[in-house]
Nanobody
Framework: QVRIVESGGGWVQPGGSLRLSCTAS????????VSWFRQAPGKERDLVAS????????NYLDSVKGRFTISRDDAKNTVYLQMNSLKPEDTAVYYC??????????????WGPGTQVTVSS
């Protein structure tokens, strides 16, 4: 069974920084594009950033461009989201997502349980 886990969330004051990490078991992250989504209570889940295999390119939600950086370390089979200049409106649960074939050859959309990011003074 595929399990994706996010880590690195927490509380930070406006203007601060956090780095989120995404790892997986039963699934090889480095073989597929990976995305970060976020969702606040009562709001839609929004795509924040995505990255291709081999880090060839990345894309970002307009409101985080210039502040967030998605990256991956394929040797560690890990994807990161570096978040700088955080704003209160960045407060949300952040989710890691990928789509592809599991180690037992099941195609699916795979999500982590999320990690809470709270930006407040």
């Amino acid at each position: 069974q595929v399990r994706i886990v996010e880590s690195g969330g927490g509380w930070v004051q406006p203007g601060g920084s956090l780095r989120l990490s995404c790892t997986a078991s039963g699934f090889t992250l480095r073989n597929y594009p990976v995305s970060w989504f976020r969702q606040a209570p009562g709001k839609e889940r929004d795509l924040v950033a995505s990255i291709t295999t081999s880090s060839f390119t990345s894309n970002y939600l307009d409101s985080v461009k210039g502040r967030f950086t998605i990256s991956r370390d394929d040797a560690k089979n890990t994807v990161y989201l570096q978040m700088n200049s955080l704003k209160p409106e960045d407060t949300a649960v952040y989710y890691c997502h990928s789509r592809g074939y599991s180690d037992d050859s099941r195609l699916g959309d795979y999500w982590g349980p999320g990690t809470q990011v709270t930006v407040s003074s």
